[in-house]
């Protein structure tokens, strides 16, 4: 079954660590989606994609980085984790219109 | 430009009663909307949306949502409100040829047993 996946679901890590975080999707999307999630809930667009070789930053600013260079694959790295890096981090991926975002299952992340 | 406003950040119901949760939306286009749900730990997962056509939309666990264009309004609604209810919903608007969502900030629901 189509789907998008996201490792690890949880981490916890020490700062100044390097770390990346998994996305994939079976879905053949051109389009890739990072968004940092408050624990508040609000979303908050950090990178995106819209193909191969394709990367953007989004509306809020980010210390991580991104990479794409397969479809199926869009994997988010922070180079130097700090504890204000610690969110929910879920990655979407969505086909032409009129479909919608289809969402992984986040990753909480928490930097000690 | 697109913008999502969900008023009421926290919601709360008793089982059985009637779940309001309102959405307005501001867009330069006909717009594409959409509502999503998010359980704890979870990703968010589509609920409904409105491309073009019928108003009234139908979605998954009962709940339906109307575009009101006069009142530039998404509300979603569900006439009986289910303790699985509980969960964190997030209206979406998108211009139809637009490659990005945008989000509210969210209502969380609460049932009430």
């Known amino acids: 079954e189509a789907d998008i996946y996201q490792t690890p679901r949880y981490l916890v890590i020490g700062t100044g660590k390097k770390i990346t975080l998994e996305c994939s999707q079976t879905?053949?999307?051109?389009?890739m989606y990072w968004y940092q999630q408050d624990p508040g809930m609000e979303l908050h667009l950090i990178h995106y994609?819209?193909?191969?070789?394709?990367?953007e930053k989004g509306d809020l600013s980010s210390e991580s980085t991104v990479s794409r260079i397969r479809t199926e694959h869009f994997p988010l790295t922070l180079e130097s984790a700090r504890p204000s890096h610690t969110s929910q981090y879920l990655c979407?991926?969505?086909?032409?219109?009129?479909?919608?975002?289809?969402f992984g299952s986040g990753t909480r992340l928490t930097v000690v | 430009a697109q913008s999502v406003t969900q008023l009421g950040s926290h919601v709360s119901v008793s089982e059985g009663a009637l779940v309001l949760l309102r959405c307005n939306y501001s867009?330069?286009?006909?717009?594409?909307l959409f509502w999503y749900v998010q359980y704890p730990n979870q990703g968010l997962q589509l609920l409904l949306k409105?491309?073009?056509?019928?108003?009234l939309v139908k979605g998954i666990n009962g709940f339906e949502a109307e575009f009101k264009k006069s009142e530039t309004s998404f509300h979603l609604t569900k006439p009986s409100a289910h303790m699985s209810d509980a969960a964190e919903y997030f209206c979406?608007?998108?211009?139809?040829?637009?490659?990005?969502?945008?989000f509210g900030t969210g209502t969380s629901l609460t049932v009430i047993p």
């Open positions: 994609s819209y193909g191969v070789n394709s990367t």
């Open positions: 979407a991926s969505r086909g032409g219109m009129p479909y919608g975002y289809t």
């Open positions: 879905m053949g999307h051109d389009k």
């Open positions: 409105y491309t073009t056509g019928a108003t």
């Open positions: 867009s330069s286009v006909p717009p594409y």
């Open positions: 979406a608007v998108s211009a139809p040829s637009g490659n990005q969502f945008y």
